[in-house]
């Protein structure tokens, strides 16, 4: 009865807070190690605010790979646009919401290393992104997880899908950085 429903969401919530440290580790380590990995194999031609430039970029286009797999995962799978559930989709939502802080993060350390530590500066440079960060961890994934009840998840896959965009953007500012383009 009762006790078995309170299991069960206990058993969910630890899933879900498991997911979110999981991203978050992912998120962050990645990003230490490809910044490792890019200072080491650039070597003296490449200057530490490259690095965490690329670095960003690494992570970033990594994080719309995966988003867009479950995005076209959920868009191929769903017979019924309104009712039909991901369960990849569901435990994406988790696991890449700390990419949002990851990802703020990270900019703000590459524009550090090449601008000083100003965070007015860095405002009113990347102010837009910052803005849409903050609005998608605050708003976008309660939106997904609790306001829409469960319901167009196909709609929420095909918004994923769009993340492919951002690998090849990511790849263009790689190839911009490390002098390939």
Known sequence: GNAT????????????????????????SAFQISTHYVQ?????????????KVSVRIVSCTQALLAATVGVQTVSTCTDVLYDRSVWLQKYVYFGWPYLF?????????YVAEHGNSLQVFM??????V?????LASLGFPLIILWR??????????????????VFLSLNMIFKQVGLQ
């Open 124 to 129: 009113q440079y990347k102010g837009s992104v």
């Open 149 to 166: 009840k469960g319901l167009g998840d196909f709609f929420v896959g095909c918004i994923f899908c769009s993340e492919m965009s951002t």
């Open 5 to 28: 429903v309170q299991s069960r969401l206990s058993d969910q919530m630890f899933e879900e807070f498991a997911l979110i440290g999981l991203g978050a580790c992912f998120f962050f």
């Open 131 to 135: 803005i849409h960060h903050v609005a």
């Open 102 to 110: 990851y990802d703020l993060y990270a900019m703000y350390s590459a």
């Open 40 to 52: 080491r194999f650039g070597g003296s031609r490449i200057t530490r605010s490259t690095s965490l």
